[in-house]
């Protein structure tokens, strides 16, 4: 079956700094891996989706993950984090055709001044 | 603006009762799917309906029940409510099965909160 694992449900990041959300999948076939951002009061927001290829894909809002199938990982990152991206994040993992998502917990991250 | 639309945003109900949450999905989209998130279990699955047949069930409740109707928009159905079913229900929906207008990508609506009392 499968599952994701976000370890950590928060994080708390200064303005401009950097910034790396951890996820780790289980899945007996090739993974479709998604990072979801939602806002307070909001839907889910789609920031990338890795389906083949590169291994690391780039997003909205100048989010990237990096798929490294050794470690079954799809860790999201962001090399300066504003204010405006605290939110919280989901990784979620599908399979072709039906798409339904499995996603973690969640991490919500803070942004400090 | 994900394209899709959820009635009602908020709504206060009483044990016992039962609610009709609706979705209407993008245009064009063939698929919708009802995830219910809360504090205790996150985002979980309930139900897929692919061009009005159901095609995925997840952990949805007997006292649950969906449809997809022929224009595409879902309903979903809560009876016999209790205090564990105040959540925020989502509706998302996609391009359907793989190929043609599918992108992978699943678009979520706002949300409808149900508080239970």
């Known amino acids: 079956a499968q599952s994701v694992t976000q370890p950590d449900i928060h994080i708390t990041v200064s303005e401009g700094a950097s910034l790396e959300l951890r996820c780790n999948y289980s899945y007996g076939a090739t993974p479709y891996l998604f990072w979801y951002v939602q806002s307070p009061g909001q839907g889910l927001q789609l920031l990338l989706k890795?389906?083949?290829?590169?291994?690391l894909v780039q997003g909205i809002k100048g989010f990237e993950a990096e798929f490294k199938r050794s470690q079954s990982s799809f860790n999201l990152r962001k090399p300066s984090v504003h204010w405006s991206d605290a939110a919280e994040y989901f990784c979620?993992?599908?399979?072709?055709?039906?798409?339904?998502?499995?996603f973690g917990t969640g991490t919500r991250l803070l942004v400090s001044p | 603006d994900s394209g899709v639309t959820q009635t009602p945003k908020h709504l206060i109900t009483a044990t016992g009762q039962r609610v009709t949450l609706r979705c209407s999905p993008r245009s064009g989209d063939l698929s919708v799917y009802w995830y219910q998130q809360s504090l205790d279990q996150g985002l979980q699955f309930l139900i897929q309906?692919?061009?009005?047949?159901?095609?995925a069930k997840g952990n949805i409740l007997e006292r649950f029940s969906a449809q997809q109707f022929p224009d595409l928009h879902s309903e979903l159905n809560l009876s016999s409510l209790e205090l564990g079913d105040s959540a925020l229900y989502f509706c998302?929906?996609?391009?359907?099965?793989?190929?043609?207008?599918?992108?992978?990508?699943?678009?979520f609506g706002e949300g409808s909160r149900l508080t239970v009392l």
């Open positions: 309906y692919y061009n009005g047949e159901e095609r």
């Open positions: 998302a929906s996609s391009g359907g099965l793989a190929g043609g207008s599918n992108t992978g990508e699943l678009f």
């Open positions: 979620a993992v599908g399979a072709w055709g039906f798409q339904k998502l499995v």
């Open positions: 890795y389906f083949s290829g590169d291994t």
